[in-house]
């Protein structure tokens, strides 16, 4: 890291002893914009997502703009993002922001400037990797990562149902694909305190349990699939067993249906917040 940058591990567990420790996504797809009256287009998003960020970036811990929303309008919907990433960062939020990129060499380093270096104004305080082109391609991810005080979450199981044919394959070693990474987060987060600051991306949906003690990745486990796509809090005891101080909670649809008024948004966040927060803190 440079300067006195503190670790995006260290920045997430202080977010969760100060406030709701809960992961809101900012997902501007057609179906809430017409709901929430606004037409789809930049003027539409910028709307919505700045919403969003008014509601919801004082009080919760984490934001997760999802890039695809922004990206399909075009040059302006970018522009929105940034701005997202920014006023969202100012409020207090950290931002985790959602573009699953991985590729290889000069091309996952560029993603990674474009999300993890400060200078970038996409750069928000984590990103979302895909390790399917190899666990090892992410290096460059990894590196920025640990030079800047960010974090990256790695796919490893994911919530919808389509994932389970590759993540739960099984390799010449015995161990499945999804254990293979998780095995390779916990060998790069060991010793780290609180906890390392790569995480990894394990559906609350995920059907049949984990099969791996998800303790050991001693890195923030992000749980979508909560809500609207069918996970429930309670759960999450059984997924993540010793490993529920380490889950942050993802919510998207379940909240922001409830918009476009400021107050709403904030009482569903608070609602879903008390319903993990029961869980949660019996892992205490």
């Known amino acids: 890291m440079t300067g006195s940058q503190t670790s995006f591990a260290a920045r997430l567990a202080e977010a969760g002893a100060t406030r709701p420790g809960l992961c809101v996504g900012i997902d501007p797809h057609p179906g809430l914009l017409s709901a929430w009256g606004l037409s789809d287009d930049a003027a539409g998003l910028d709307r919505f997502a700045r919403t969003v960020v008014e509601a919801l970036a004082d009080r919760v811990a984490v934001l997760k703009p999802q890039s695809a929303f922004f990206e399909r309008h075009g040059s302006r919907g970018v522009a929105v ?37 400060p200078a970038s104004p996409l750069a928000g305080d984590a990103v979302t990797a895909s390790p399917y082109l190899g666990f090892g391609s992410l290096e460059p991810m990894f590196e920025l990562a640990a030079r800047h005080g960010k974090g990256v979450f790695v796919l490893a199981l994911t919530s919808n ?48 349990g984990i099969g791996h003690d998800l303790a050991k990745v001693n890195g ?5 699939g909560l809500g609207a796509q069918g996970g429930r809090p309670e759960d999450l005891t059984d997924l993540f067993g010793s490993a529920l101080p380490l889950v942050l909670p993802a919510y ?6 409830t918009g476009p008024s400021v107050d709403a948004l904030r009482a569903s966040a608070d609602t879903v917040w008390r319903s993990c927060a029961s869980v949660l803190s019996r892992s205490a």
Do not use: W
């Not at 990433?85 to 990674?112: F, N, P, Q």
């Open 81 to 117: 993002l940034e701005t997202v990433i920014a006023e969202a960062r100012s409020a207090g939020a950290l931002v985790l922001v959602d573009a699953k990129r991985g590729d290889i060499g000069s091309t996952v380093a560029a993603y990674a400037d474009a999300y993890l270096d």
């Open 161 to 208: 149902p389509e994932g389970a044919a590759v993540q739960r394959a099984v390799a010449a070693d015995g161990r499945t694909v999804a254990g293979t990474i998780l095995d390779e987060l916990a060998a790069r987060n060991a010793g780290a305190t609180p906890f390392g600051s790569l995480g990894a991306v394990v559906g609350a949906t995920a059907a049949g």
């Open 220 to 224: 923030p486990l992000l749980a979508p």
């Open 252 to 257: 998207s649809r379940e909240i922001l249906q």
